[in-house]
C-alpha cells in the first residue's frame, strides 16, 4: 500500500514563491509514473507537471518557466517549487502516483493509482 503525504501549501501574495513537498510510504522506486495536479475553485482537476519511469518530464503551459518539478536521491519526497505565483494558480494542489506508463502527454486524473491529500494554495493579488 502506498500512501503520499503532502505539505507546505499556504497562502501568499501574488509574485511569490511556495515549495510543496510529497513524502511516500510503500513502494517508492523510479519505476513509477509521478505527478502534481490542481483544482481551482469551480473547475475540474488538471494536471500540471508528469514525470514518466526513464525521466521524461511533461509541464503544463500554464505553469511553464514558473513551476519545477523534483524528487529526493532516494525517491521518497516529490517536490514542487512555485514562483512567480498569480491569483490564477489559487487550487488545491495533489501529488499522484501511477504505474510504470509511457505516455507522451501529462497524466490525466483517471490513469492515476494514488492521490495525495491535497493542500491548499492561496494567492491573493
Known amino acids: 500500500q502506498v500512501q503520499l503525504a503532502e505539505s507546505g501549501g499556504g497562502s501568499v501574495q501574488a509574485g511569490g514563491f511556495l515549495r510543496l513537498s510529497c513524502t511516500a510510504s510503500?513502494?517508492?522506486?523510479?519505476?513509477?509514473?509521478w505527478a502534481w495536479f490542481r483544482e481551482a475553485p469551480g473547475k475540474e482537476r488538471e494536471g500540471i507537471l508528469t514525470?514518466?519511469?526513464?525521466?521524461?518530464?511533461y509541464t503544463a503551459d500554464a505553469v511553464k518557466g514558473r513551476f519545477t518539478f523534483s524528487q529526493d536521491a532516494a525517491w521518497t519526497t516529490t517536490y514542487l517549487q512555485m514562483g512567480d505565483l498569480t491569483p490564477d494558480d489559487t487550487g488545491v494542489y495533489y501529488c499522484?502516483?501511477?504505474?510504470?506508463?509511457?505516455?507522451?502527454?501529462?497524466?490525466?486524473?483517471?490513469?492515476?493509482?494514488?492521490w495525495g491529500q491535497g493542500t491548499q494554495v492561496t494567492v491573493s493579488s
Open positions: 499522484a502516483r501511477a504505474g510504470p506508463l509511457i505516455r507522451w502527454r501529462l497524466l490525466r486524473p483517471d490513469e492515476v493509482d494514488y
Open positions: 510503500g513502494d517508492t522506486t523510479t519505476k513509477y509514473t
Open positions: 514525470r514518466y519511469p526513464g525521466g521524461k518530464l
